[in-house]
Structure formats: C-alpha cells, structure tokens
C-alpha cells in the first residue's frame, strides 16, 4: 500500500476504532476476560487507542493524523481552509465502520452469549446516562471543544510525545465529562459503527437507536466550528 493521507486518516481510524469499541466489547460482552472492568478501564483503553491510531496513520501518510471529522472540521474552520475535508471525513468514516466490523467479527462467540442489547450496541456506539436531547447535545458541544482546544495547545508545545499527550487529552474527557454521553466527540467514532451495527447480521441485536444518532454527529460538529471560530 501507498502511503497516503487518506490511507492514513482510513487505516489509523480503523484502529481507533478496533481498539476503542473492543475495549467497550471486553467490558460490557458476557464470557470475556475483562466483564464487568469497569469505566476506568474502558476510558484507559479508549485513551491508549487514540495514541496508538495516530502512530499508525501517520506511519501510513496520515501526517495530520485526525482520526475524527470533529477535528478536520475545526482546523479547517480556524484555517479557513477546507481542501481536505471531503478526502479526510471520507477517510475516517470508511476506517470507523471497518472497525466496527472488526469488533464484532473479534467477538463473535461472546457476542452469541450476550443477551442485553443494549450491552450490544454499546460497543458499537455511544448512548447517553440520561436521555435529555439538549443536556447530551451541550455535553458533547463542551467535550469537542476541551479537544480541540488541547490538540491546539498540545501542538504548541511538543513534538514528539503528542500522541501520548492526545491520549491523555482524551481519558481526561472521558474521566471527568465522559459521563453524560460516553464522550463520542467523533462523528465517525460513533456513526460510522452505528451503520456497521445496522447492516451486520448480529445476533439478537436490537435497534441501532437512530432516534439519538443526531447527537454524537451533530455535537461534535458544532463544538469543533465553535473552537475553530476561537482559533481565529
């Protein structure tokens, strides 16, 4: 394969992703080594997939190493430049829903023991503690914003410790505002699996929820315009 931005963004989402939700699947799946591991751990490892996805997109051309239409959004915005949106979010979405997909062929067995689908659908997606359209909205209006204000200020003080620092950007969020929402503050960590979860013939799965799929897209995108507006 060709490095390339696009395989890049594509192939380091796809590991987000694998990392992120399989981290949820050995929490809430029956029969896994980690059940019942609780919040710690699946923000632990959501903040270590984030790390890892970075270093591999930009292994394979990702020099920018979005992994999230939230952030492409918002610099775009801040930069008043918007040439790479389309290729990017295009990128990312086809990484998160290969990722999804992933995930449930990993788990196969344990998703046949699994009978809460609820517990099935989150490890595709995000649904929220409480379920209060303008409270979840707000909340992941504020967690978009936390990121991308501190990628913003991350990059302007490190070089090569930035994805570690990214990482611990993110089990920040998830640890203190994660607990609303799930923190999706990433449109195509969130829709691209909700659609994975839609079409793949999963067991006893239940409703994708679609009802509620608007937030974690149209949250994140609103927060990431506002802080681009505050770069510029």
Do not use: C
């Not at 591999?56 to 939230?70: E, M, Q």
């Not at 952030?71 to 998160?96: H, L, P, R, W």
């Not at 302007?156 to 609303?180: C, D, K, M, N």
């Amino acid at each position: 394969m060709t490095p390339s931005p696009f395989l890049g963004e594509l192939l380091g989402t796809l590991v987000l992703i694998l990392l992120g939700n399989g981290v949820v699947a050995n929490v809430v799946l029956k029969n896994t080594k980690g059940h019942n591991g609780g919040w710690i751990v699946i923000t632990a490892g959501w903040a270590f997939a984030v790390t890892i996805g970075i270093f591999v997109a930009k292994a394979f051309g990702g020099y920018d190493a979005h992994l999230n239409p939230a952030v492409t959004i918002g610099f775009a915005v801040a930069q008043n430049e918007y040439g790479k949106v389309v290729d990017y979010v295009s990128a990312q979405m086809i990484g998160a829903f290969l990722g999804g997909t992933l995930v449930w062929l990993y788990h196969l067995p344990q998703y046949a023991k699994t009978e809460d689908k609820g517990a099935k659908l989150a490890t595709f997606a995000t649904d929220p503690a409480i379920r209060a359209s303008g409270s979840n909205f707000f909340s992941e209006v504020i967690g978009t914003i936390v990121l991308l204000m501190g990628i913003k200020g991350i990059g302007a003080v490190t070089t090569g410790l930035g994805p570690f620092a990214v990482g611990i950007l993110v089990w920040a969020i998830g640890l203190s505002l994660g607990g609303t929402t799930g923190y999706a503050i990433n449109p195509a960590r969130d829709l691209g699996p909700r659609i994975a979860h839609a079409i793949l013939p999963i067991v006893g799965k239940g409703d994708s929820d679609w009802k509620y799929a608007w937030v974690p897209v149209a949250g994140p995108v609103t927060g990431a315009i506002i802080a681009g507006l505050l770069f510029l």
